[in-house]
């Protein structure tokens, strides 16, 4: 990824594992040690984040959330502001509380454009059964 490089990292201490979509649900991070002012990247030692994918309406595989990772972040940038002040760190919280905002308002939109379909398929399920329904007359 190209970020790598500006925390002068060497290039792909981030990989994210392609799935056969063009979308990436699994990111191998390969861990860091710091030797005086020199980053160490450990080259067998990953930390690998997964992330939930939702295949149509009900079906999904388990993952994390973005809103967890930075609802995360946002808990230790707190933490490291509390610690030791810097303006930098007010920035980040800023952004981090601004992207969890953009998601919540997203998820809730989306729950909303859930909520009719599935108030669609109920009433469709709901007509299906009707016309499904045995004939409960009593024989004359």
Request: charged letters at 30%.
């Amino acid at each position: 990824m190209e970020n790598d490089r500006i925390f002068n990292l060497p290039e792909g201490t981030i990989v994210a594992k392609n799935n056969g979509r063009d979308e990436a649900h699994e990111y191998w991070i390969k861990n860091i040690t710091k030797i005086g002012d020199t980053p160490i990247v450990l080259e067998d030692n990953y930390t690998v984040i997964n992330f939930m994918e939702v295949f149509g309406e009900a079906t999904s595989v388990s993952g994390v959330l973005n809103e967890q990772i930075a609802i995360m972040l946002l808990d230790r940038i707190k933490k490291l502001e509390a610690v030791r002040h810097d303006e930098h760190n007010i920035k980040m919280i800023e952004a981090l509380n601004t992207f969890i905002d953009a998601a919540y308002a997203r998820k809730e939109l989306n729950a909303n454009e859930r909520a009719q379909i599935v108030e669609r398929m109920t009433n469709s399920r709901l007509i299906n059964n009707e016309l499904n329904k045995p004939d409960l007359k009593q024989p004359e």
